[in-house]
Structure formats: structure tokens, C-alpha cells
């Protein structure tokens, strides 16, 4: 099992799970030539490439899922509503994800979960393969129970750190802009993210990524900050933690190893 971050932010969204009997891409928000030169730091290609999966129709996060289906034969799953919303549902290969029920892609089983978000049906992601669980949760407002659920269950959680709440407020962003943000339909600040961590993680065991950092409103090393203080002070200062870059492929993960960074992260802007 290999999990890559492709790449995390406002400018585009792709995770890529590899297993020996599929490879799977959660969210598709990148354009198909960079999407390609990302595969390739594993020395993948779209070619291999068994499904793409998609959390909701921002075009972040399904703007090459129409080119994969139609000029590479890869097949889109959605639930219905975010199909529709993406102008997806039109595809011959478009697949409904029912929410709530877990969905079986090769040797791997994949629950999506439903979040807080400004689209039509958003959500995350459950993704369990060799005894090991990865939560994929970004684009949320609010931490609803259902995630609080999810979180508790997994060995890596990837979690949405979008913004530094001051940084937002005193920013370039028209009023209605931060609020959208800043809602309970908006995305999830630094420490929001940490609360979650630190009230829902099972223990201290568990690998954590930030995902989804703001370029405008977010530094990673506040991100960090933030999370490594608080599980510090609830005495799980051991999780590891790190940053998933906004533009570029970055973290990778097996299931028997710890996060690491590939890069300096803390000294880039996202």
C-alpha cells in the first residue's frame, strides 16, 4: 500500500493510492499534464489509474475527471448529486458512490461520509486496505459527529487546515469571501483542525497530515504550531504531523511507517 499527496489547496486536489491490485485517485483537481508529471514521482501514469473518486464538483477537486473518462477510459464515482453538480452524470463511465455504504475497488473498501461544505453533496472519505484505515477529510466547515466518528478509526487522518483566523480577518479578502471561509459551510481553521485532533485522534499512533492550507490566509509552520501545541499540552506530543504542500507532491505513507515530509516544507508558502 503506497498513499501519496499529489497535491492539497484552493489550486487543485489528488491523493493516489497504489495497492498491488489497484490504483485508485481521490479528487482529481489538477490539470491532466500536471497530474501526469505528479504520477510520475512514483513512476505511475494516468494509464494505471482504476477509478477516480470525488469528494464534490468544486473544480478543484474534479477538474481533469471529464478528460480522464473520456480520453483515458477511467471510470468516475460520485454520489449522484455530486455527478450532477460536476456535469458528470453524463458520462459513460460514471459511477454513483452511495454514501454511508462501504464500496469494495479491488483490495481496497471505501466509505464516503458526509461533511459541511458549500456543494451539493460533499464528502470525505474511509479508505481501508491490510488492516490499515486512512481518513480523508477536507473542505469542512464544521466537524460534524459522523467525522469526529471517522477520525477516531484511523491510522492516518488527512485533515483539512485551511486557515489562520487573524491572517483571514485582516487579509485581502472581500468581507464576504472570509465568512464564506470562516462559515459552518466554509473551511475549517488551524485550530479547529487542532481541537479535532486532539479530542478525537484514538491515540497517539497516529499519523496526521494538514491538508488544504490557505496560500493567502495560512503559513504551514502556523499549521503546525497549532496542532503540535495542542496535542502537546493533551500529552500527544509523539503523533507525528506534517504538511501536505498546496502545489506539488509531497507526503507519502505505506501503513508501516511514520508521515514524512519530502522537503522543507516549514520554510515554504502554501
Known amino acids: 500500500m503506497l498513499l501519496r499527496a499529489l497535491a492539497s489547496g484552493s489550486s487543485g486536489n489528488a491523493y493516489v493510492l497504489r495497492t498491488d491490485r489497484v490504483t485508485l485517485l481521490f479528487d482529481a483537481g489538477l490539470r491532466i499534464p500536471k497530474l501526469e508529471r505528479a504520477l510520475q514521482c512514483e513512476d505511475m501514469c494516468i494509464g494505471a489509474i482504476s477509478a477516480v473518486l470525488i469528494s464534490h464538483e468544486h473544480r478543484d477537486h474534479c477538474l481533469a475527471a471529464r478528460e480522464l473518462a473520456s480520453d483515458y477510459s477511467v471510470p468516475v464515482l460520485a454520489n449522484e448529486q455530486a455527478l450532477r453538480a460536476a456535469h458528470l452524470d453524463n458520462l459513460a463511465l460514471a459511477e454513483v458512490l452511495p454514501v454511508g455504504k462501504p464500496v469494495r475497488l479491488g483490495d481496497v473498501e471505501v466509505t464516503t461520509f458526509l461533511v459541511s461544505h458549500d456543494a451539493a453533496r460533499p464528502v470525505g472519505f474511509l479508505v481501508r486496505h491490510g488492516g490499515k484505515t486512512v481518513v480523508i477529510a477536507t473542505d469542512l466547515g464544521v466537524v460534524t459527529n459522523n467525522v ?123
Open 148 to 270: 469526529c466518528e471517522m477520525v477516531r478509526l484511523a491510522d492516518l487522518v488527512i485533515l483539512e487546515s485551511n486557515h489562520d483566523p487573524q491572517m483571514l480577518h485582516s487579509g485581502r479578502y472581500p468581507v464576504h469571501l472570509r465568512r464564506r471561509i470562516g462559515g459552518p459551510r466554509g473551511h475549517l481553521s488551524n485550530a479547529q483542525a487542532a481541537a479535532v485532533l486532539v479530542r478525537q485522534l484514538r491515540d497517539d499512533h497516529v499519523d496526521v497530515w494538514l491538508a488544504h492550507l490557505s496560500h493567502e490566509n495560512n503559513r504551514p509552520s502556523l499549521a503546525l504550531e497549532a496542532a503540535r501545541r495542542t496535542l502537546q499540552r493533551a500529552g500527544m506530543g509523539t503523533v507525528r504531523v506534517a504538511v501536505a504542500l498546496r502545489d506539488r507532491p509531497s507526503l507519502r505513507w505505506t501503513g508501516s511507517q511514520r508521515a514524512r515530509q519530502l522537503g522543507l516544507f516549514e520554510t515554504q508558502g502554501v
